[in-house]
């Protein structure tokens, strides 16, 4: 059997890289998936492509929505149930950079990362849990990075971002436990994605020698992951990090 048969799951930055993977892994395990982005043409061709390998029975929506937006989220989020029914799995995968030393890091920049990437989880959070409560089920797993658990120069409202996602993750899943709701963070190191083909062979050979592994991850990885714990595989795990690093770090 499947391991999210007849679920629903929302994925946040769900058009591309490692948002992406996770719907497509979760269409492969049996749930209908709403991805959640900004770019109305990669969203459906993205919505598309998934719709195109899930079974029948199974159904891919994109959400143009900017989930630094309370009032957006909310309304999406109606939306959603409105098209689904339910949602049993909710992935906060969107995020960006804005990298630069603080001295000049403008108070724009800092706003935008801290925005998306942290206040994000806010608003889709509030909107699942009355809803889970009630059905006393839900899976939520949040995308930090190892940036929040060891920093990174040039970085510090990523990393704070990233950071605070863990400490509201798991304040969470303290007020959530009772309630039969799991909530996780993973936590990626370096992945093969856009971002990371940006690079030179040089930094590429900087961040190799940080990773005993010796290789990148694949947005599979991560991918895998997130099945773990948004599947009953998890339902005994909650407040925890998991990280997908290659070793890079090491509690």
Sequence with gaps: MKLLADQVAIVTGGTRGIGKGIAACFIEQGASVAIFG???ERGNEAAKELQASAPEGQKVTFYQVDVGDAKQVASTLEQVYNDFGHVDVLVNNAGITRDSLLMRLTEEDWEQVININLKSIYNTCRGVIRPM???RRGKI???TSVVGLMGNAGQTNY???KSGMIGFTKS???EMGGRNICVNCVAPGFIETDMTDALNEKQKEAIL???PMQKLG????IANAVLFLASPLADYVTGQVLTVDGGMVMA
């Design 38 to 40: 900004t770019n109305p």
């Design 133 to 135: 409560i009630k059905a």
């Design 141 to 143: 797993i949040n995308i």
């Design 159 to 161: 990393a704070a971002s």
């Design 172 to 174: 969470l899943a303290k």
């Design 209 to 211: 020698n940080q990773i």
């Design 218 to 221: 694949k947005p599979q990885d």
